[in-house]
T-cell receptor, first 111, second 114 residues
């Protein structure tokens, strides 16, 4: 049973555009929602994270929007650049339990 | 230079052989994890350890074994019982800091069975 559903599987965005990746979860006990960025052949790097007591968190060009009632959260990448081309994973956890990951979104930013 | 190191970066194994992947961290993190990554499958949890001398099975533990004798080390053995071991293996560690619960990954080991 997949506890975190991520969409789309792949995404192509024009340079300067907005990239949007969505995740939905079922477990209402989840209290921590990070996003990871992974380049080919490298380990995932923590990009940004949010807790359910806030609806939005912004760090530079990256923003997480969180909708607790809908059990959804999304990553927005503003002014997308070719260097943002990577695979992005959403995840969630409850307390000290292991992170549960979405299956990933491969983002390609084209000039 | 703090972080998580995994060795080797590339590993080749003949069928029927056991192989051990190394993971070391100097972040003083209590919890450590092993994930397997296959194309289109995302990250799947193999084993995790919240404290020294204790570990739990993840979603795909069959054919793998681990030990946690030291806080900084969490080696993974891929045994001959693992039917399809070719994959990218990722080690991670985490600590709860002011309720933030951040988890960090190592650079990975790519295992290929010949």
């Amino acid at each position: 049973q997949q506890q975190v559903k991520q969409s789309p599987q792949s995404l192509i965005v024009q340079k300067g555009g907005i990239s949007i990746i969505n995740c939905a979860y079922e477990n209402t006990a989840f209290d921590y929602f990070p996003w990871y960025q992974q380049f080919p052949g490298k380990g995932p790097a923590l990009l940004i994270a949010i807790r359910p007591d806030v609806s939005e968190k912004k760090e530079g060009r990256f923003t997480i929007s969180f909708n607790k009632s809908a059990k959804q959260f999304s990553l927005h990448i503003m002014d997308s650049q070719p260097g943002d081309s990577a695979t992005y994973f959403c995840a969630a956890r409850s307390g000290n339990t292991p992170l549960v990951f979405g299956k990933g979104t491969r983002l390609s930013v084209i000039a | 230079d703090g972080g998580i190191t995994q060795s080797p970066k590339y590993l080749f194994r003949k069928e029927g052989q056991n192989v051990t992947l190394s993971c070391e961290q100097n972040l003083n993190h209590d919890a450590m994890y092993w994930y397997r990554q296959d194309p289109g499958q995302g990250l799947r949890l193999i084993y995790y350890s919240q404290i020294v001398n204790d570990f739990q099975k993840g979603d795909i533990a069959e054919g793998y074994s681990v030990s946690r004798e030291k806080k900084e080390s969490f080696p993974l053995t891929v045994t001959s019982a693992q039917k399809n071991p070719t994959a990218f293996y990722l080690c991670a560690s985490s600590i709860r800091v002011a309720g933030r619960n951040e988890q960090f990954f190592g650079p990975g080991t790519r295992l290929t069975v010949l």
